[in-house]
């Protein structure tokens, strides 16, 4: 309940009236009653005949002239509380958040301007002064005690109106608290409600008094809510940047959605926007063009009559800088075209080292790509440290007696525990029918014997369907995947594959596994209605697996003039795909996607052991070099409940790119130069949390206000604050007697009536 001021009204409403000289209101109602019957007899009989109409207007003015004397004889009071002068504190907090420098005021104002006009500047703070005692305080997500209107700054990153009580709880203890006013937009983004606090306050009678700044409804408006892009990236690879926008007022608009390098615009695209309060995501598609880290700057075009500036740009990190090669190891049963074109497409691509072992006999092989004289040397590796070294394993058209029952067992372990990728390249041996090569493909295989006629052969050539010429086909899956684009844009993208030379023969597999996807399929042929596979893929376990169940993807560069990049740009796409998601013995994950100034930085670093097992015997230290170049060494500690993890966190002051390095002592005392440690870069930007979602939150100051037992007001009503806090019952309220006789409106009534009287008794010739 909000109160103000009382009055004889709100009085005996309340049951606060009555006499100071201990007469009952019951019996004063009896005196009136006979002073109405005394001058009614009176009027019995008159010196001049009157109608009934003007003898009742006489005893009424002469009845109220006398009922207002003997009221105020009686002396009636109003009995209520209210606090003692400077015997109390009075608690103020200002929003001093990014939100209150929105101009959605009347004049262009904005919400802090207008705070400090009425506040400072009209000497509403000086009205409270003369009853209390004032403690000012600005918040935002930190609490701080200020002395004038020089202290806002409204450069706070977040809103925290939990905090903020519970701060102003904490330096107010013990001093007798008579309320708080709490002056804010309501734009709380803390994720802790502050209701809980406010009942906590309320249980004490300290109301809180709650004062709205800005519009609840801002009309016009575009802003960035949410953006997802790679932070980390292989040299020359495509990906995606998803961008979250919502809006107020501009259905249907077409706005240009940028992205910013420096002063050049790398990419951006025209999009459409939806409904109204509704995020739409919109995906561009994104090349870095150096090898270092770049922050881009996604920016919205600024609309007519767009009220909040400052949510339409973004910023974000890629970190594109050289970083050691991937190894990936291809075990190939034959000399064949498509190896040969395999290991071409790779020759150049640095992010990835392609071991190869090729059967060039009966108990004949060769090793290209290998860094040490040992490795391969024994052929396919014997044990999991050797394997796991490798990010990811081309199998292509290798027989099924190649491996025995442990290196196949190793090969599951590998991508489902290891977490490495897999790909199948050609046709499979069916004996691998039933063993753990089957279970990692994200296709079934089937015997050949079960196969109908026209799909038996394999990818041999001969004269059935298997083996003749046919353009594959891109799923609606494969069409808008990155690891099938050969072009950024959609039209550029299909027109190059229109182009492509036709492949020629395919291996058939049984049906796709539930969960995989399919990039690619044959055009004509199908099995069990579902059409054939070429390129399949799909998570297992910890890792990732592939089929590309052809031979002739060679035909895309030899049927081609040797400047198109289309195999090259496809294996590369894929190898990268399957070998970037292997863990690596060192990661570091953060705890958000992007930080502001003031933010706290959680960082977790994983170590696995050679055997890619959590090592719980580490010692890590963390260098953090901040914008300014400045250098700080922390320890990372283990947490006890998670195997092989460690934390450490600090708080960023400074906007810009943060660089981090973590080395890594293991216990075992062997780890290899290129497993000691770990860099990670992250960026700072400015804050998009105050600018979404900005408008005023009315619901929540008033469930604040009511949850204490005080009261809400918008900012243009609050020149009735004063009142409304002076008389709300608290702690420290003391019992107050209101005279009403010496009213002036009392008086001047008396005089009117009087005056009435008067003139109406010389108007009809009474003496």
């Not at 992205?259 to 598609?285: C, H, K, N, P, Q």
């Amino acid at each position: 309940m909000q109160y103000t001021i009382p009055n004889l009204l709100t009085a005996l409403e309340e049951g606060t009236f009555s006499f100071a000289y201990g007469i009952s209101p019951y019996l004063f109602a009896v005196l009136v009653v006979l002073i109405v019957v005394g001058v009614w007899l009176t009027y019995l009989k008159t010196t001049r005949p009157l109608s009934p109409a003007w003898k009742s207007f006489f005893v009424a003015t002469r009845s109220s002239v006398l009922i207002i004397l003997l009221f105020c004889l009686l002396r009636p009071v109003i009995t209520t509380l209210q606090v003692s002068p400077q015997e109390t504190y009075l608690g103020v907090l200002i929003d001093d958040s990014q939100s209150m420098s929105i101009a959605d005021l009347d004049g262009g104002q904005s919400r802090q301007q207008l705070v400090e006009e009425q506040f400072f500047d009209d000497g509403l703070l000086d009205d409270l002064g003369s009853s209390f005692q004032i403690r000012i305080f600005r918040f935002d997500k930190d609490t701080q005690r200020f002395a004038g209107v020089d202290g806002l700054t409204e450069a706070g990153t977040a809103s925290s109106i939990d905090q903020a009580l519970g701060y102003v709880d904490d330096q107010l203890n013990g001093l007798p608290l008579g309320g708080l006013v709490l002056i804010s937009d309501g734009a709380d983004n803390s994720e802790i409600d502050p209701v809980i606090k406010a009942q906590e306050f309320g249980n004490r009678q300290i109301p809180i008094f709650t004062v709205g700044v800005g519009q609840e409804d801002i009309p016009q408006d575009i802003g960035i809510v949410d953006v997802s892009a790679a932070k980390t990236v292989l040299e020359g690879s495509v990906f995606d940047v998803q961008v979250a926008l919502n809006h107020q007022g501009y259905q249907g608009q077409e706005v240009e959605l940028s992205i910013m390098d420096g002063e050049t615009v790398v990419e951006s695209d025209v999009v459409i926007l939806g409904a109204e309060g509704v995020s739409r995501y919109f995906e561009l598609e994104l090349t870095p063009e150096r090898q270092e880290l770049i922050t881009y700057d996604l920016q919205v075009e600024l609309q007519s009559g767009e009220i909040i500036e400052q949510n339409n740009h973004y910023s974000f990190l890629v970190d594109n800088t050289e970083k050691q090669a991937l190894d990936v190891l291809y075990i190939e049963g034959h000399p064949r075209n498509e190896y040969k074109f395999i290991r071409r497409a790779l020759e150049d691509d640095n992010s990835l080292r392609l071991a190869t072992y090729l059967q060039t006999g009966p108990e004949k092989y060769y090793r290209q790509g290998i860094e040490s004289p040992t490795e391969l040397s024994s052929g396919f590796p014997e044990d999991r440290e050797s394997l796991y070294q490798y990010e990811a394993i081309i199998l292509g058209d290798i027989e099924k007696n190649f491996f025995n029952a442990d290196q196949l067992q190793m090969l599951e372990d590998f991508v489902a525990e290891r977490g490495g990728g897999f790909l199948m390249s050609g046709m499979v041996d069916e004996e691998f029918v039933g063993t753990p090569i089957a279970d990692i493909l994200p296709i079934t295989l089937v015997e050949e014997n079960f196969l109908q006629p026209h799909l038996r052969g394999g990818i041999r050539r001969g004269g059935h369907a298997t083996g003749e010429l046919f353009y594959p086909r891109l799923t609606n899956n494969g069409e808008f995947s990155p690891l099938m684009r050969l072009a950024g844009d959609d039209s550029s993208n299909r027109a190059l594959w229109g182009a492509l030379p036709q492949l020629q023969g395919v291996y058939v597999s049984g049906r796709i596994k539930p969960g995989a996807t399919v990039l690619l399929e044959h055009p004509l042929l199908n099995y069990q209605a579902q059409a054939l596979p070429l390129i399949a893929s799909q998570r297992y376990g910890s890792g990732r697996s592939m089929s590309v169940t052809t031979a002739s993807t060679w035909r895309w560069q030899m049927m081609l003039p040797s400047e198109d990049q289309s195999h090259e740009t496809i294996w590369r796409q894929l190898l990268r795909w399957l070998s970037v998601s292997a863990p690596e013995r060192i990661s570091i994950d953060f705890d958000r996607e992007f930080y502001n100034v003031g933010d706290e930085v959680s960082v977790t670093t994983t170590v696995l052991n050679d055997e890619y097992e959590p090592d719980n015997d580490a010692t890590l230290w963390m260098q953090t070099t901040d914008p300014l170049d400045q250098i700080t060494d922390t320890p990372m500690e283990w947490d006890i409940e998670e195997d092989g993890v460690y934390r450490a966190s600090f708080t960023v002051q400074e906007e810009g790119v943060f660089s981090l390095l973590v080395d890594v002592a293991s216990a075992a005392g062997n780890a290899s130069a290129d497993s000691s440690e770990k860099r990670a870069a992250f960026v700072v930007t400015p804050s998009l949390r105050e600018y979404t979602n900005a408008e005023m939150d009315s619901g929540l100051l008033a469930r604040i206000a009511d949850a204490s037992g005080g009261g809400y007001f918008n900012l243009s009503d609050s020149a009735g604050l004063t009142d409304a806090i002076e008389f709300t019952p608290n702690t420290y309220s003391r019992e107050v007697q209101f005279d009403l006789w010496d009213q002036p409106w009392l008086l001047a009534l008396l005089i009117l009536i009087m005056c009435i009287d008067w003139i109406a008794r010389r108007m009809r010739g009474l003496s």
